[in-house]
């Protein structure tokens, strides 16, 4: 596998600066994050817990931790916080010892940087375009003896595509006759309808070669903040909590991690929002000649531009311009020049978007 780097969307720093646009211009359809924003009472109590930053944050999360192992149906001690996912990647790569890894492509770059950052090799399995990406068990399944560490984003991103909860289990159970770790990513996995159906991560505790990841950046709105976590055995979360660095979660993250979770009523406006805009953001994408949508299951969706005429990177650079930032798939395996990943966003942003889009190939 290819040396990988660091490309993520959401650098509305940089594209300010290359558009000569100010912040407040610009409508972030490349990072996947609500579109609602954080609730309220996020932002209640982070103004209303300001006085605490002179203190240093609780290092084990207590409060944040106990509450979101009940959200999640597991038990505190399977349960790991972190400053955003993307630290415990790298954190249990490091201390698992793994040094050869599966991952089915394309998908989030940070599992084979993580991978790759401790000297280790990466074995990838394509999910094919003409089989609507669509995860090869069986592909998998022949590979694991092969490795000691198996990534799964389920949803998958960028593709959106959700793997059923058997075929996991199927995975699962062939990869434990072979000692094999298997991290399943569920980022994206509040955005899926019916989610008890195909979420795994009640299972950490009877899994002794499973571990889920899953991110409170997303859902709840604040990337900004960092905070995600992992769930697995308790010997995998005693070695890792011992590993990492003492206060890695700040103290307003803390604060904003628990508010979200006790503000039902949000979380349910974002599942009807999101489901509602995605539907309509599908069908009109699919309507405008040349553009093909995937049907996925997360907050976003990846779209195929090759018959539009324009290459990935032309129709980003357009919509950049108009201050509309879509995700160039550039940097996955096997979507170079032909997708972009766009979020969804509220009715006012995605009729904005739709119409930069028709504008750009109408005059193309």
């Not at 609730?39 to 109590?45: H, L, N, P, Y």
Request: glycine share 8%; net charge neutral.
């Amino acid at each position: 596998m290819r040396q990988l780097v660091h490309i993520h969307g959401g650098n509305i720093a940089l594209a300010s600066k290359k558009y000569g646009l100010s912040k407040e211009k610009i409508i972030d359809f490349s990072a996947n994050i609500n579109p609602l924003g954080p609730s309220k009472k996020i932002f209640e109590a982070i103004t209303n817990n300001l006085g605490t930053i002179i203190n240093y944050p609780d290092p084990d999360c207590t409060e944040l931790r106990e509450l979101l192992a009940d959200y999640l149906g597991i038990e505190r001690d399977q349960l790991l916080m972190g400053n955003g996912a993307a630290e415990l990647i790298y954190l249990l790569v490091r201390n698992t010892g793994c040094k050869k890894a599966l991952i089915p492509v394309p998908t989030f770059c940070e599992y084979g940087l993580a991978v790759l950052s401790q000297g280790g090799e990466v074995f990838t399995v394509e999910m094919l375009e003409e089989e609507g990406f669509s995860l090869p068990v069986e592909g998998i399944i022949n590979l694991i003896p092969q490795v000691d560490l198996l990534f799964i984003c389920n949803p998958n991103n960028p593709t959106g595509r959700l793997v059923e909860r058997a075929a996991i289990e199927q995975i699962l159970e062939h990869a434990a006759k072979h000692g094999v770790l298997v991290v399943i990513d569920e980022a994206f996995m509040d955005f899926v309808q019916q989610r008890a159906l195909y979420s795994i991560m009640t299972t950490v505790g009877s899994n002794a070669n499973l571990a889920v990841l899953y991110s409170l950046t997303k859902f709840f709105g604040i990337p900004g903040l960092r905070l995600g976590a992992i769930a697995a055995p308790r010997d995998i979360i005693k070695r890792m909590d011992a590993a990492k660095d003492p206060w890695n979660v700040n103290t307003l993250a803390q604060v904003a991690g628990i508010a979200g979770l006790n503000d039902q009523e949000h979380m349910e406006r974002t599942n009807t929002l999101v489901h509602r805009e995605r539907a309509y953001l599908f069908e009109e994408l699919q309507s405008i000649p040349g553009l093909r949508p995937l049907p996925g299951a997360a907050n976003f969706i990846l779209l195929n531009v090759s018959e539009s005429g324009l290459k990935s990177s032309e129709l980003t650079e357009l919509l950049g311009r108009r201050g509309i930032l879509v995700r160039d798939c550039n940097g996955f395996s096997g979507l170079a020049g032909r997708y972009i990943r766009i979020a969804v966003k509220n009715r006012r942003d995605n009729e904005i978007l739709l119409s930069a889009i028709k504008d750009i190939l109408k005059g193309k």
